[in-house]
Structure formats: structure tokens, C-alpha cells
């Protein structure tokens, strides 16, 4: 079946503490991306992928990272996670700019 | 600045009503319009994307138009379900090559019996 993978689903974790949501998709896409969604703000975006070992950032990149070692995954990493990072994140995988996107089910993520 | 602006807002509608979307957008250069829909808690799922050259598209029950002089799309449900109720989000992407997306806020619909 064709998917994108998020783990975890839900998260709480302290201000500081490191910490990597992961994503992988099984489409073979080559475009991926990182999305944040909070109440009344819509999906924001905060990396892209355009394929292996080239990412670029999108309009929230700030206390985020990510890498593309492999084509079919994409980890966000929070190196020191604060309050305002609580949020919905969902990673979304497709074959081009152009073409539809599939998303992940989603990511919960509290900083407290 | 691209924008992406959804109205309305929210909707309520009876169960086998029909219902329009409305959606406007500003982004430059256009290169395709999409449609999402978001059950609460989950992720978006597409419904439709069309590019300029499109006026119209359908999926089952969901028809979007696209109206590029106007800088305008609608998404029209026609016999609406109770598992219609959702959020219904507008994207409109610009560019070559990669393209920047713009996400509107949604509609958030409710179906009710």
C-alpha cells in the first residue's frame, strides 16, 4: 500500500531535550517536506527535499533541521524543542512540484 | 506576497445538500491548484489538482472549477454525507521546477442528519 509513515504519533517532551520525528514514504518520490499546522494558521512550511542530499527551507525553518541520506526518508530534528514548537506536524512525500502530495498521518508534538 | 484566502469559513449543511467552496488566490507565477481534504487529527488527502489550462474537475461527488482570469476556484459537493465533514483546504502552487505552495486556512464543513 501506498504511504507515508510518521513516528511517533503523539509526543510529549521537555523544553531542551533533543528529539527526531521520523518519515518515510514507499512511492519512491523524490520531493518530500515538513509542514506545520496550528489553529487557524493553516499548514506552514518548514523544509523541503527536492531529492537525496538536497533540502532547502521553507517559510518556518527556524529551531528545525532535517537531512535526506536516503531517497525514502526524511527526519525532522529539533535539537533543543521550545513551547512555541508544539504544534501538528505532517510530512508529505510526492513526485514532483506539480504532482498531488501524499501526507503522513500526522505528528502531535507537545513541549512543555 | 502569495495568498491563499477560503471562504467561508465554516459551513453547516443538511445531510444530501450541496454545498460550495470558495477559494482566491495570488501567487506568481501560477502553476496549479489543488484541493485537500482534512478529517480532524489526520492528514490531508487530495482531492483535485488542476493547472491553468483547466476549468474543471471531478472526483465522485467533489467538483472543483478554476477560474485563472479571476484568480478563483470553487469546490462544489454535491448530495453531501455525514463523512463529508471535514476540513477543505486550497493550495495553490507557483513556480517552475520546485514549486512554492500557499496553503489557505480552510473550510471546516458540517454535515449534520
Known amino acids: ?112 | 506576497k502569495n495568498q491563499v484566502e477560503q471562504s467561508p469559513q465554516s459551513l453547516i449543511i443538511l445531510e444530501g445538500k450541496n454545498c460550495t467552496l470558495q477559494c482566491n488566490y495570488t501567487v506568481s507565477p501560477f502553476s496549479n491548484l489543488r484541493w485537500y481534504k482534512q478529517d480532524t487529527g489526520r492528514g490531508p488527502v487530495s482531492l483535485t489538482i488542476m493547472t491553468f489550462s483547466e476549468n474543471t474537475k471531478s472526483n465522485g461527488r467533489y467538483t472543483a472549477t478554476l477560474d485563472a482570469d479571476t484568480k478563483q476556484s470553487s469546490l462544489h459537493i454535491t448530495a453531501s454525507q455525514l463523512s463529508d465533514s471535514a476540513s477543505y483546504i486550497c493550495v495553490a502552487s507557483a513556480g517552475r521546477g520546485y514549486q512554492k505552495v500557499t496553503f489557505g486556512t480552510g473550510t471546516k464543513l458540517q454535515v449534520i442528519p
Request: charged share 20%.
Open chain 1, 1 to 112: 500500500e501506498a504511504q507515508v509513515t510518521q513516528n511517533p504519533r503523539y509526543l510529549i517532551t521537555v523544553t531542551g531535550k533533543k528529539l527526531t520525528v521520523t518519515c518515510s514514504q514507499n512511492m519512491n518520490h523524490e520531493y518530500m517536506s515538513w509542514y506545520r499546522q496550528d489553529p487557524g494558521l493553516g499548514l506552514r512550511q518548514i523544509y523541503y527535499s527536492m531529492n537525496v542530499e538536497v533540502t532547502d527551507k521553507g517559510d518556518v525553518p527556524e529551531g528545525y533541521k532535517v537531512s535526506r541520506k536516503e531517497k525514502r526518508n526524511f527526519p525532522l530534528i529539533l535539537e533543543s524543542p521550545s513551547p512555541n514548537q508544539t504544534s501538528l506536524y505532517f510530512c508529505a512525500s510526492s513526485f514532483t512540484g506539480a504532482t498531488e502530495a501524499f501526507f503522513g498521518q500526522g505528528t502531535r508534538l507537545t513541549v512543555v
